[in-house]
C-alpha cells in the first residue's frame, strides 16, 4: 500500500522532536556507556585493585663503544671485542631466541676551535644487544662476566613476569576489582532504597609498574671479585574497571 509523503516523515519529525525537549537521554562523543532501556537507574562505577608478583624475568642491553683514530679501525677493534662478550653471553646459557642486536653506530668525533669549522678527530663505533635472562639469580654473575670480556657499556635490568602467570596476577586483580565495584554500587542501592538487579556493561583498563631501571657502567675489578648485587623486588599488576549498575525496587 503507497502511504502519503507526510506519513513516511512522522517518525524522523517525532524522534527530533523528542529530542528537542529532552524525551530521550543524549549521550555525549566522551561517553563510553551505552542508552540502554530501563526503567531503573544506572549507576556507573569506577574500580581499580592491583597484583603483586616476584619478578622472573630480566632484560637488559649491553655493548662495546671503541674509538680510533680511523672508521675502519674503530669497527674492527669494535668487532673483535663484541664477539668475546656474545661468547660470554652465550657461555652463560643465555638461548639464541633472547639475544638480539639492538644498534650497531659508528660516528665522527670532532674537535671544535673558535672561528674555526670542526675537525674529525677520530671515530667512535657502539655495538650493542640486548639480552633476556630467565634466572634472575644468575644476573649478577652474567653482568661481571660481561664486563670481564670486555663489555664497557650495560643498561638495566628491567624486571618482569613471564606471560603465563602474569594472566594469573590480572586475572586476580580483575576479580578483586569486580568484588569492589560490586560492594560499592551495593552501598550506593542500599543509601537510595534501592536494589542492585544487573550489571549493565564492564570495561576494563590495565597498567604494568616494573622497577624503573638504572644505568650502570663497567668499573674496574679488583683482586676480590663479587657478584653484583640485584634486588628484584615485586612487579606491580593493576586493573581499572568501569562498571555499569542497573538499580531499581
Given at each position: 500500500m503507497h502511504l502519503p509523503s507526510s506519513r513516511l516523515t512522522l517518525r524522523p519529525l517525532v524522534l527530533a522532536a523528542a529530542l528537542a525537549f529532552g524525551a530521550f537521554p543524549v549521550v555525549s562523543p566522551a561517553q563510553t556507556t551505552p542508552y540502554v532501556a530501563t526503567d531503573g537507574t544506572l549507576l556507573s562505577v569506577s574500580a581499580q585493585a592491583e597484583a603483586r608478583r616476584a619478578p622472573d624475568i630480566a632484560t637488559l642491553s649491553t655493548g662495546v663503544v671503541t674509538q680510533t683514530a680511523d672508521a675502519n679501525s674503530a669497527m674492527r677493534a669494535?668487532?673483535?671485542?663484541?664477539?668475546?662478550?656474545?661468547?660470554?653471553?652465550?657461555?652463560?646459557?643465555?638461548?639464541?631466541?633472547?639475544?638480539?642486536?639492538?644498534?650497531?653506530?659508528?660516528?665522527?668525533?670532532?674537535?671544535?676551535?673558535?672561528?674555526?669549522?670542526?675537525?674529525?678527530?677520530?671515530?667512535q663505533a657502539q655495538n650493542t644487544v640486548n639480552i633476556t635472562v630467565r634466572d634472575i639469580a644468575k644476573l649478577g654473575k652474567i653482568m661481571d662476566a660481561l664486563t670481564a670480556t670486555g663489555a664497557n657499556q650495560i643498561n638495566g635490568p628491567t624486571f618482569d613476569i613471564d606471560d603465563a602467570k602474569k594472566g594469573e596476577a590480572y586475572d586476580e586483580a580483575r576479580r578483586a576489582a569486580v568484588e569492589k565495584a560490586q560492594t560499592r554500587a551495593q552501598m550506593y542501592a542500599k543509601t537510595l532504597g534501592l536494589k542492585?538487579?544487573?550489571?549493565?556493561?564492564?570495561?576494563?583498563?590495565?597498567?604494568?609498574?616494573?622497577?624503573?631501571?638504572?644505568?650502570?657502567?663497567?668499573?674496574?675489578?679488583?683482586?676480590?671479585?663479587?657478584?653484583?648485587?640485584?634486588?628484584?623486588?615485586?612487579?606491580?599488576?593493576?586493573?581499572?574497571?568501569?562498571?555499569?549498575?542497573e538499580l531499581g525496587n
Open positions: 669494535n668487532a673483535e671485542q663484541m664477539t668475546k662478550v656474545i661468547a660470554a653471553i652465550k657461555a652463560a646459557g643465555i638461548a639464541e631466541r633472547d639475544i638480539q642486536t639492538s644498534g650497531v653506530n659508528l660516528n665522527p668525533q670532532y674537535k671544535y676551535g673558535e672561528n674555526q669549522p670542526p675537525t674529525i678527530t677520530g671515530y542492585v538487579r544487573r550489571i549493565v556493561s564492564i570495561s576494563e583498563g590495565g597498567s604494568f609498574s616494573p622497577p624503573r631501571p638504572m644505568p650502570m657502567m663497567a668499573m674496574a675489578r679488583g683482586k676480590e671479585a663479587f657478584d653484583t648485587p640485584i634486588a628484584a623486588g615485586e612487579n606491580t599488576l593493576s586493573v581499572n574497571l568501569d562498571v555499569v549498575f
